[in-house]
Protein backbone atom coordinates (compact mmCIF):
# COMPACT_ATOMS: atom_id res chain seq x y z
CA UNK A 1 0.00 0.00 0.00
CA UNK A 2 0.86 3.65 -0.07
CA UNK A 3 -0.01 7.18 0.58
CA UNK A 4 -0.65 9.89 -1.94
CA UNK A 5 -1.37 13.27 -1.07
CA UNK A 6 -2.24 16.15 -3.66
CA UNK A 7 -0.42 19.26 -3.50
CA UNK A 8 -3.82 21.48 -2.52
CA UNK A 9 -3.75 19.13 0.90
CA UNK A 10 -0.10 20.01 2.16
CA UNK A 11 -1.95 21.44 5.19
CA UNK A 12 -2.75 18.04 6.04
CA UNK A 13 -0.03 16.29 5.49
CA UNK A 14 1.32 14.27 7.92
CA UNK A 15 4.77 12.70 7.78
CA UNK A 16 4.58 9.40 5.97
CA UNK A 17 4.58 7.23 8.43
CA UNK A 18 0.91 7.50 8.56
CA UNK A 19 1.43 4.90 5.96
CA UNK A 20 2.41 2.34 8.44
CA UNK A 21 -0.02 2.88 10.94
CA UNK A 22 -1.81 -0.03 9.24
CA UNK A 23 0.91 -2.17 9.29
CA UNK A 24 0.30 -5.24 10.86
CA UNK A 25 2.14 -6.71 13.92
CA UNK A 26 4.29 -9.88 13.27
CA UNK A 27 2.75 -12.85 14.56
CA UNK A 28 4.03 -16.27 15.45
CA UNK A 29 3.37 -18.61 12.38
CA UNK A 30 1.69 -22.36 13.31
CA UNK A 31 3.71 -25.34 13.11
CA UNK A 32 2.90 -27.68 10.06
CA UNK A 33 2.82 -30.88 12.81
CA UNK A 34 2.47 -31.57 16.13
CA UNK A 35 4.88 -30.81 18.74
CA UNK A 36 5.94 -34.53 18.91
CA UNK A 37 5.68 -35.28 15.21
CA UNK A 38 9.48 -35.21 14.52
CA UNK A 39 9.89 -37.70 17.68
CA UNK A 40 12.46 -39.54 18.24
CA UNK A 41 14.69 -36.75 16.40
CA UNK A 42 13.65 -33.87 18.05
CA UNK A 43 11.70 -34.53 20.99
CA UNK A 44 8.04 -32.58 21.95
CA UNK A 45 9.21 -30.79 24.79
CA UNK A 46 12.36 -28.78 22.48
CA UNK A 47 9.75 -28.27 20.04
CA UNK A 48 7.23 -26.60 22.57
CA UNK A 49 10.00 -24.76 24.17
CA UNK A 50 11.58 -23.72 20.49
CA UNK A 51 8.20 -22.74 18.83
CA UNK A 52 6.39 -21.12 21.44
CA UNK A 53 8.26 -19.56 23.87
CA UNK A 54 12.03 -18.64 21.79
CA UNK A 55 10.13 -17.92 18.50
CA UNK A 56 7.24 -16.31 20.03
CA UNK A 57 9.90 -14.30 22.18
CA UNK A 58 11.72 -12.93 18.77
CA UNK A 59 8.30 -12.02 17.40
CA UNK A 60 7.20 -10.10 20.58
CA UNK A 61 10.55 -8.63 20.65
CA UNK A 62 10.39 -7.50 16.77
CA UNK A 63 7.33 -5.49 17.74
CA UNK A 64 8.23 -4.27 20.43
CA UNK A 65 11.41 -2.57 18.41
CA UNK A 66 9.29 -1.86 14.85
CA UNK A 67 7.28 0.18 17.08
CA UNK A 68 10.28 2.28 18.98
CA UNK A 69 12.06 2.34 15.32
CA UNK A 70 8.97 4.19 14.06
CA UNK A 71 8.49 6.84 16.84
CA UNK A 72 12.48 7.50 16.35
CA UNK A 73 11.70 8.20 12.22
CA UNK A 74 8.47 10.53 13.34
CA UNK A 75 10.52 12.65 15.58
CA UNK A 76 13.51 12.17 12.92
CA UNK A 77 15.74 10.85 16.09
CA UNK A 78 18.74 9.23 13.80
CA UNK A 79 20.44 8.47 17.21
CA UNK A 80 17.57 6.66 18.01
CA UNK A 81 17.38 4.70 14.85
CA UNK A 82 20.92 3.54 14.85
CA UNK A 83 20.77 1.95 18.34
CA UNK A 84 17.78 -0.09 17.38
CA UNK A 85 19.43 -1.29 13.98
CA UNK A 86 20.97 -4.20 16.72
CA UNK A 87 17.51 -5.25 18.22
CA UNK A 88 15.58 -5.12 14.62
CA UNK A 89 18.46 -7.39 13.40
CA UNK A 90 18.54 -9.56 16.30
CA UNK A 91 14.42 -10.23 16.69
CA UNK A 92 13.52 -9.55 12.81
CA UNK A 93 16.29 -12.40 11.74
CA UNK A 94 15.25 -14.68 14.54
CA UNK A 95 12.09 -14.64 13.20
CA UNK A 96 12.79 -15.19 9.88
CA UNK A 97 15.22 -17.85 10.82
CA UNK A 98 12.53 -19.50 12.39
CA UNK A 99 9.59 -19.57 10.03
CA UNK A 100 12.08 -20.99 7.38
CA UNK A 101 13.35 -23.77 10.25
CA UNK A 102 9.53 -24.85 10.64
CA UNK A 103 8.91 -25.46 7.17
CA UNK A 104 12.35 -26.78 6.18
CA UNK A 105 11.51 -29.98 9.12
CA UNK A 106 8.88 -32.84 8.30
CA UNK A 107 7.84 -35.73 10.04
CA UNK A 108 7.91 -37.46 6.75
CA UNK A 109 11.48 -35.62 5.90
CA UNK A 110 14.81 -37.54 5.44
CA UNK A 111 16.28 -39.09 2.69
CA UNK A 112 17.79 -37.44 -0.32
CA UNK A 113 16.22 -34.53 -2.72
CA UNK A 114 15.18 -35.66 -6.23
CA UNK A 115 15.08 -33.93 -9.34
CA UNK A 116 16.70 -30.50 -10.30
CA UNK A 117 17.85 -29.88 -6.29
CA UNK A 118 19.98 -33.16 -6.43
CA UNK A 119 21.08 -32.18 -9.97
CA UNK A 120 22.66 -29.14 -8.64
CA UNK A 121 24.08 -30.68 -5.31
CA UNK A 122 25.77 -33.21 -7.45
CA UNK A 123 26.53 -29.97 -9.32
CA UNK A 124 28.24 -28.07 -6.91
CA UNK A 125 29.19 -30.53 -4.13
CA UNK A 126 29.96 -33.32 -5.77
CA UNK A 127 27.76 -35.41 -4.19
CA UNK A 128 24.41 -35.73 -1.80
CA UNK A 129 27.30 -37.28 1.03
CA UNK A 130 29.51 -34.55 -0.26
CA UNK A 131 27.37 -31.80 0.81
CA UNK A 132 25.83 -33.12 3.88
CA UNK A 133 29.11 -33.68 5.57
CA UNK A 134 30.17 -30.13 4.43
CA UNK A 135 27.14 -28.42 5.77
CA UNK A 136 27.04 -30.95 8.71
CA UNK A 137 30.81 -29.77 9.40
CA UNK A 138 29.80 -25.78 9.18
CA UNK A 139 27.05 -26.70 11.42
CA UNK A 140 28.94 -28.19 13.87
CA UNK A 141 32.17 -25.37 13.64
CA UNK A 142 29.20 -22.65 14.27
CA UNK A 143 31.26 -21.08 17.61
CA UNK A 144 28.56 -19.92 20.58
CA UNK A 145 24.99 -19.78 18.33
CA UNK A 146 23.84 -19.62 15.36
CA UNK A 147 22.67 -21.56 12.19
CA UNK A 148 24.13 -23.44 9.50
CA UNK A 149 22.53 -22.75 5.97
CA UNK A 150 22.51 -24.36 2.37
CA UNK A 151 21.68 -20.72 0.17
CA UNK A 152 21.27 -20.09 -3.57
CA UNK A 153 23.90 -17.56 -5.03
CA UNK A 154 21.82 -16.04 -7.45
CA UNK A 155 24.76 -13.94 -9.28
CA UNK A 156 26.74 -16.83 -9.92
CA UNK A 157 23.99 -19.60 -10.43
CA UNK A 158 25.00 -22.16 -7.84
CA UNK A 159 24.13 -23.49 -3.96
CA UNK A 160 26.70 -22.29 -1.46
CA UNK A 161 26.90 -23.41 2.05
CA UNK A 162 27.27 -20.52 4.90
CA UNK A 163 27.59 -20.50 8.24
CA UNK A 164 25.91 -17.37 10.42
CA UNK A 165 26.58 -16.01 13.82
CA UNK A 166 23.22 -15.96 16.15
CA UNK A 167 20.11 -14.76 14.42
CA UNK A 168 22.06 -13.15 11.83
CA UNK A 169 19.40 -13.76 8.33
CA UNK A 170 21.24 -15.69 5.56
CA UNK A 171 19.95 -12.98 2.45
CA UNK A 172 20.13 -9.84 4.79
CA UNK A 173 23.71 -10.62 5.87
CA UNK A 174 24.95 -12.49 2.71
CA UNK A 175 22.58 -11.77 -0.17
CA UNK A 176 21.98 -15.78 -0.64
CA UNK A 177 19.01 -16.69 -0.57
CA UNK A 178 18.10 -19.51 2.17
CA UNK A 179 16.57 -22.74 1.04
CA UNK A 180 18.05 -24.84 4.15
CA UNK A 181 18.47 -23.70 7.74
CA UNK A 182 19.80 -25.66 10.42
CA UNK A 183 19.76 -23.92 14.07
CA UNK A 184 22.80 -24.69 16.15
CA UNK A 185 21.34 -22.42 19.21
CA UNK A 186 21.45 -24.96 22.08
CA UNK A 187 18.00 -24.26 23.18
CA UNK A 188 17.04 -26.02 19.56
CA UNK A 189 18.50 -29.51 21.38
CA UNK A 190 20.18 -29.46 24.50
CA UNK A 191 16.97 -30.63 26.42
CA UNK A 192 17.89 -33.84 24.35
CA UNK A 193 21.35 -34.13 23.00
CA UNK A 194 22.77 -32.00 25.84
CA UNK A 195 26.26 -30.47 24.83
CA UNK A 196 26.64 -33.37 22.00
CA UNK A 197 26.14 -30.78 18.81
CA UNK A 198 27.18 -33.57 16.09
CA UNK A 199 24.55 -36.26 18.04
CA UNK A 200 22.00 -33.43 17.47
CA UNK A 201 23.38 -32.51 13.27
CA UNK A 202 23.27 -36.67 12.75
CA UNK A 203 19.58 -37.01 13.58
CA UNK A 204 18.03 -33.93 11.96
CA UNK A 205 18.61 -35.49 8.40
CA UNK A 206 15.96 -37.86 9.34
CA UNK A 207 13.32 -34.68 9.28
CA UNK A 208 14.80 -32.80 6.66
CA UNK A 209 11.64 -31.49 4.16
CA UNK A 210 13.48 -31.83 0.81
CA UNK A 211 10.40 -30.98 -0.80
CA UNK A 212 10.24 -27.75 0.92
CA UNK A 213 13.66 -26.53 0.20
CA UNK A 214 13.15 -27.82 -3.28
CA UNK A 215 10.57 -25.85 -4.26
CA UNK A 216 11.99 -22.35 -2.13
CA UNK A 217 15.17 -23.91 -5.13
CA UNK A 218 12.75 -23.44 -7.73
CA UNK A 219 10.70 -20.32 -6.70
CA UNK A 220 14.26 -18.04 -6.34
CA UNK A 221 15.41 -19.63 -9.99
CA UNK A 222 12.56 -18.07 -11.80
Sequence with gaps: SFCFFSSRSRAKLIAPLGCLVSRQKHTLPDLPYDYGAL?????????????????????NNLN????????????????AQVSLQPALKFN????????????????????????E??????RDFG????FKEKLTAVSVGV????????GYNKDQGRLQIAACANQDPLQGTTGLI????????????????????????????????????SSRYASCKK
Excluded at 193 to 208: E, Q, S, T
Design 92 to 115: GGGHINHTIFWTNLSPNGGGEPKG
Design 127 to 130: SFAN
Design 64 to 79: VAEEKYKEALAKGDVT
Design 117 to 122: LMEAIK
Design 39 to 59: EPHINAEIMQLHHSKHHATYV
Design 178 to 213: PLLGIDVWEHAYYLQYKNVRPDYLKAIWNVINWENI
Design 143 to 150: QGSGWGWL
